[in-house]
């Protein structure tokens, strides 16, 4: 069996902000492993998003473990989940992706000088990764100034630049086109399989699931199947299910 | 590094919305320049209260008869040897005196063919009064020569009232210490126009011997010695009360309290003035901040999301303010400099010459810019700057990531 990079034991998140409690998950235990491109799916409300955000330290569950590429979220400060995210996951969200006041290839030199890397070297590694993903004409053109699809790829540069254990999607694809959502996949494949990086997205989009290695997808709060159970060792969905 | 791109991004970001900021730039500059201006003037007018203060023949320190200040004639004096001098006193150097002049000053009554005023006869050394007024007045015809000079200097305003003029003669009435009248006629020398027009109306000159002569004395009423800097007045005071045992030695602030609690009062009125104008600019730049947050929460919630400590979102926001608060300071204290150079040999205010002097001030103005004063501009501007932004930049680092990704 290959290495654990996520691992959840009974993760619970209970919304109890209105008047009836929502059980976006029921006791979840579910693992990733190294190398997995996991595609979490579902009917809004599931619980997917809910999922990848406590996995990503965005969210804390009210029960339950996770821990990722060995350590655990529980009981981390605000601060060290900072650092956690800085130094093992890269994220590309829905929208609001990137910082409209900065430069592509700045967008994507961000997070390396977050991680104090020098100015040179943060500056070869992000030209060379917009290079290696088919960015390299826009490097120096804001946000504003790409298109949906650009600014996504843009996102994928700046979340693997880094060489991260882990990157999360939350929808990648909602704000694309076929065919944008389409390069964005390929890029995500090429990514996995040639450069090894672990992927966890949380999707609506079949085309997403289709790319992804592993669909797991999820109903009220639990998991209703999981496409490698067997060989990923993840349990059955909760009895809460 | 991080301080580094922090600033970058603050940087960026203001100029995001120009307008917005430029407006708010203004603001702070305008008021910045406003405060320094108006510091100029309000501490010029400080400065010259105690100058005029002491410049109103009170030096910094002065030695009187116990009773003057009650009964001020000829009976509360005393005798100062000729060649006395302060430098020579125990501590006191020649470079912390400017000078000192002694005096014989008496009530007396002045007449001339067709008016009779209540006056103060000084009897005066012209040599030593550069330490006072007296020496700074323009004088229409001649002034007196020596101590020994027999003639008169009346002020304008006294002149008029009693329709005398260069070369007349007056007749000065006063009492002498043995309770008897002396009276003489003088001859006017000149007559003087004083920034402060009340002074014309009070003060008459002769020479001090010839005052003695007309009292048949060769005390003195007063001694005032001016120093080259405030700071000297403790040392001095104290060694003048050992010489001058038995007399009363005081300093301007007590000779002048109203003066003396004005020029206090004006430390509290500079920073008064600056928590009104800058308080009110407060609260359009916490305006501003927080408009700039709410509308970057989104934004905020994905640096926090991929990495950023909740620290380093809340010292983007406080940067910005800096920034923004930095900027608006410099333009500001650039401006109010740039004002205040032109005026800065003062400002003709002849026009509210009786409200002047009611207040002990001249009819024109000289603005004092201290660095001390604009320094004391930029570091309040700068903690309000810090305080303007805690509220937004707190709330902003209290959101997690996911809440305000949602916003």
């Excluded at chain 1, 949906?148 to 704000?175: F, I, K, W, Y």
């Excluded at chain 2, 608006?328 to 002849?350: Q, S």
Aim: charged content about 20%.
């Amino acid at each position: 069996m290959s290495e654990e990079v996520v691992q959840c034991r009974g993760v619970t998140r209970v919304y109890a902000d209105d008047a009836v409690p929502v059980h976006a998950l029921r006791g979840v235990d579910f693992a990733v492993h190294k190398g997995d491109w996991v595609s979490l799916a579902g009917p809004s409300g599931s619980g997917k998003s809910t999922l990848l955000h406590i996995i990503g330290g965005l969210d804390r569950p009210n029960d339950g473990s996770v821990s990722v590429d060995g350590q655990s979220l529980g009981g981390l400060s605000e601060a060290q989940l900072s650092d956690l995210r800085l130094r093992k996951i890269g994220f590309v969200f829905q929208a609001y992706n990137l910082i409209p006041v900065l430069t592509a290839v700045e967008n994507v030199e961000f997070i390396m000088q977050l991680q104090g890397i020098g100015a040179s070297e943060r500056r070869e590694r992000a030209l060379e990764i917009l290079d290696r993903l088919g960015l390299d004409d826009i490097g120096d053109r804001r946000p504003g100034e790409l298109s949906g699809g650009q600014q996504q790829r843009v996102a994928v540069a700046r979340a693997v630049v880094t060489d991260p254990v882990l990157l999360l999607a939350d929808e990648p694809s909602a704000n694309l086109d076929t065919a944008t959502t389409k390069e964005l996949l390929e890029l995500l494949r090429n990514i996995n399989e040639n450069h090894g990086v672990t992927i966890v997205t949380a999707t609506h989009d079949p085309m997403v699931m289709g790319y992804a290695k592993r669909p797991v997808n999820l109903r009220d709060g639990a998991i209703e199947s999981d496409g490698a159970s067997t060989d990923a060792g993840t349990t059955a969905p909760s009895p809460d299910a | 590094m991080k301080l580094r791109l922090l600033v970058q991004l603050g940087w960026r970001n203001l100029w995001r919305h120009k307008r917005r900021n430029g407006i708010l730039l203004g603001g702070i500059t305008f008021a910045i320049a406003a405060v320094v201006l108006a510091n100029s003037f309000i501490r010029g007018m400080q400065v010259q209260m105690a100058d005029n203060a002491v410049d109103l023949m009170n030096g910094h320190v002065k030695i009187l008869a116990p009773g003057y200040l009650d009964d001020p004639g000829i009976a509360q004096s005393f005798e100062v040897a000729q060649d006395w001098r302060p430098d020579a006193l125990e501590g006191i150097t020649s470079d912390m005196v400017a000078g000192w002049a002694s005096r014989v000053r008496v009530p007396a009554v002045i007449m001339s063919e067709r008016e009779t005023r209540g006056i103060q006869l000084v009897g005066i050394d012209p040599a030593s009064e550069n330490i006072s007024f007296v020496g700074k007045l323009a004088i229409q015809g001649e002034g007196l020569a020596d101590a020994a000079d027999r003639r008169v200097i009346v002020g304008a305003g006294l002149a008029e009232r009693i329709e005398t003029q260069v070369g007349r003669r007056i007749v000065l009435i006063t009492q002498g210490a043995d309770g008897r009248n002396r009276e003489a006629g003088y001859r006017v020398a000149g007559i003087y126009r004083s920034d402060t027009s009340s002074l014309e109306k009070i003060f008459v000159f002769t020479g001090r011997d010839t005052v003695q002569d007309l009292l048949e004395t060769n005390v003195v009423t007063e001694l005032s010695v001016r120093l080259t800097e405030e700071r000297f007045s403790p040392p001095l005071l104290q060694r003048l009360a050992n010489v001058f045992a038995g007399l009363d030695v005081m300093t301007w602030q007590q000779l002048d309290p109203t003066a003396a609690a004005m020029t206090a009062i004006i430390d509290v009125v500079i920073l008064v003035y600056f928590f009104i104008m800058m308080g009110a600019l407060s609260f359009g730049l916490v305006n501003s901040l927080v408009t700039a947050v709410m509308e970057r929460t989104r934004e905020m919630g994905m640096m926090r999301a991929i990495g950023m400590r909740p620290r380093s979102v809340l010292l983007q926001v406080v940067l910005e303010s800096t920034l923004i608060m930095g900027a608006g300071i410099a333009g500001g204290v650039v401006i109010g400099v740039l004002a205040y150079l032109p005026i800065a040999d003062g400002v003709d205010l002849a026009a509210f010459n009786e409200a002047l002097s009611t207040f002990g001030l001249s009819n024109v103005l000289v603005p004092q810019l201290f660095a001390q004063d604009v320094i004391l501009v930029v570091v309040l501007s700068l903690i309000l700057g810090f305080v303007a932004s805690a509220s937004p930049a707190v709330r902003c680092m209290k959101m997690g990531p996911l809440e305000a990704m949602r916003r």
